[in-house]
């Protein structure tokens, strides 16, 4: 099984910004895309953004201009910049560890414990 440990949620007022970081075994995390995912109470968990191995990023048009996900080979870490946020934003925020070729639509792969990240009006 393969552990992976989030942090950086919390509170904050629209307009504000928040950090999301996870950590994951550096065995593993260079040959693999990460990505992060949210669900809100009563809905689907939906994805939000994801990094390849190579460093291609791609993002759900919601957030385009908003947030930025990106890795650090070296630490073996996987970040989430969120900026601008809003409270439909409001969520527990997972990260995943998938391949490079598995379809963002697929929930599969590995997952944090998830952390939440609230946006007050």
């Known amino acids: 099984q393969v552990q992976l440990v989030e942090s950086g949620g919390g509170l904050v007022q629209a307009g504000g910004s928040l950090r999301l970081s996870c950590a994951a075994p550096g065995s593993i995390f260079r040959i693999n895309a990460m990505a992060w995912y949210r669900q809100a109470p009563g809905k689907q968990r939906e994805w939000v953004a994801t990094?390849?191995?190579?460093?291609?990023?791609n993002y759900v048009d919601f957030v385009k201009g908003r947030f930025t996900i990106s890795r650090d080979n070296a630490k073996n870490t996987v970040n989430l910049q969120m900026n601008s946020l809003k409270p439909e934003d409001t969520a527990v925020y997972y990260c995943?560890?998938?391949?490079?070729?598995?379809?963002?639509?697929?929930?599969?792969?590995?997952w944090g414990q998830g952390t939440q990240v609230t946006v007050s009006s």
């Open positions: 995943n560890l998938r391949s490079d070729d598995t379809p963002y639509r697929v929930l599969t792969g590995f």
């Open positions: 990094v390849t191995s190579g460093g291609s990023t």
